[in-house]
């Protein structure tokens, strides 16, 4: 016999109803989204042959399109270009090849996460087996979290694959990949995509080597010990090639003077993170072998450009501008400025100077695509950079860190680490 439902738990009920009447809506929502994106993938490569080239392109008309889509795509949802990339394959996919699912999204049985998975174990499926594919799968994920329909998904693809796992294998190990997501109170996570069998490996091996640590004088967590494993591994052990001999960790941090001495807990500012507590800061400069002189004062000689005297960017402009900048400049772009490259805002070639107000770091993607494309760029002060696009809307970005005036430099360039 059922129990009887209360009064309290039916208006529970309502509520529960009311939330999966607006997940519907987010869902259909999706599918608005999906369709409007492959329009404009479908308008993007009808436009592609009257885009005009120079006597300097060096890409096809073709490429000029794509990328000009994806960039302004990305800068439009504020998405990093290669999650834009993504997207206009998703959307192309359920457009053409799995109507069923597309469909099921529009009507907001299916959530775009249930989408996606569909989606992406559908790509390596040969074509004639796809609607098989779909078929087979769909009715699951009105019912399944993502994560059993992934896993449903990837066993119904091995099925239906007629390439073998050991070859596919072989191809997706070239995209092996590793970086760095910040967190919450100066913590971040190291992630490693490799093979299955070298993940499992390294897993198991610092769970070895934590638990050989415990004991009972042992404070730390095994989970803490594995943590504290693993980076004393990668920052101080050596490979068996010998990579990583004589090779020391290295960070770049800004520590307030008075913070260094004591006298204030205002934050340090680790490059390529943000904000670090002021013992980390402390800690970090006092094993610092050197300083380098950031924060002058504009009547010791700051040198804020050297004109049209010379091209190249002297070193303590370079240092300035990378502290500045911390990432490419490109919107949604979030490539490290170290590994980047310095661009003129106003062309060189059109008589812009070399000065920290008319430069800023472009990955090398996107000063191709500076370069290559209609997008074009202004420096405003403050290193504020105002984009605009082949369809001439306006996208800001801001620089990471605001730094005084100017970089610190004289006419012959400054030692890379002058002493404090």
Known sequence: MAT????????LGVLFDAVAAADKAIARCFAVRAEAVDRARRFSAAQAGSIPLSLQSRWSREEIAQRELSSELAATLRIPERTAETLLAESQALAEHLPATRAALAEGRISYRHAQAIVQQSWSIPVEGVAAFEQALLPSAE????????????????RLHPETITARRARSITDRTSGVTPEYDGMATLYLTTGAELVQAIFHRATDLAASLQSPDETRTLTQLRADVLSDLLIHGVTPTGVGTGV?????????????????????????YGPIDPATARDLASKAPSFTRLLTHPETGVILSVGRDRYKTPKAMRRFLRLRDETCRFPGCNKPARGAE????????????????????LCRPNHALKTQTRWTVAQQPGGILTWTSPTGRDFVTEPATVLPTGPPSTASDLPDDPPF
């Open 248 to 272: 020391k960790a290295t960070v770049q941090v800004t520590v307030p003077v008075l913070t260094l001495l004591g006298h204030s807990e205002e934050p340090g500012y680790l490059e390529g």
């Open 342 to 361: 310095l661009d003129h805002s106003h062309d060189w070639g059109l008589l812009g100077e070399t000065a920290h107000d008319n430069l800023a770091h």
């Open 4 to 11: 009887p439902v209360s009064i309290t738990q039916q208006q």
């Open 143 to 158: 019912h399944l979290t993502v994560a059993k329909l992934k896993h449903k998904a990837r066993l119904l693809r091995e």
